[in-house]
């Protein structure tokens, strides 16, 4: 009945953009944190970006600072991740998830503090 599904991944060259969209369906995300995170085969998944539940509080890693951008739009029940300066390295499956809002957003993002994952979406930034 709950579920994420992102959208949005593709190929695009280095310093290309993609906005990833994160929509809920079966409950309302306007009282939830959503969470951005990636994965590479071998290595640990990793937080890249939160944002409260009122959108007030948003965190980011240190690599994507100044590139990444997470918004929402909770009229539409849906969270953004708009990439811009892509970089190789950036390269991973995305996912998206969320929590209820008494945990908000902390720095670091944190994947077991999330409940509701989805299947995630592949970017993959080559020449």
């Known amino acids: 009945q709950f579920q994420l599904v992102e959208s949005g991944g593709g190929l695009v060259q280095p310093g290309g953009s993609l906005r990833l969209s994160c929509a809920a369906s079966?409950?309302?995300?306007?009282?939830?944190?959503v969470g951005w995170f990636r994965q590479v085969p071998g290595k640990e998944r990793e937080g890249v970006s939160c944002?409260?539940?009122?959108?007030?509080?948003?965190n980011y890693m240190q690599s994507v600072k100044g590139r990444f951008t997470i918004s929402r739009d909770n009229a539409n029940n849906t969270v953004y991740l708009q990439m811009t300066s892509l970089k190789p390295e950036d390269t991973a499956i995305y996912y998206c998830?969320?929590?209820?809002?008494?945990?908000?957003?902390?720095?670091?993002?944190?994947?077991?503090?999330?409940?509701?994952w989805g299947q995630g979406t592949q970017v993959t930034v080559s020449s």
């Open positions: 079966g409950f309302s995300l306007t009282y939830f944190a």
């Open positions: 944002i409260s539940s009122s959108g007030g509080t948003t």
């Open positions: 998830a969320a929590v209820g809002a008494r945990y908000y957003c902390a720095d670091p993002v944190r994947p077991n503090d999330y409940d509701y």
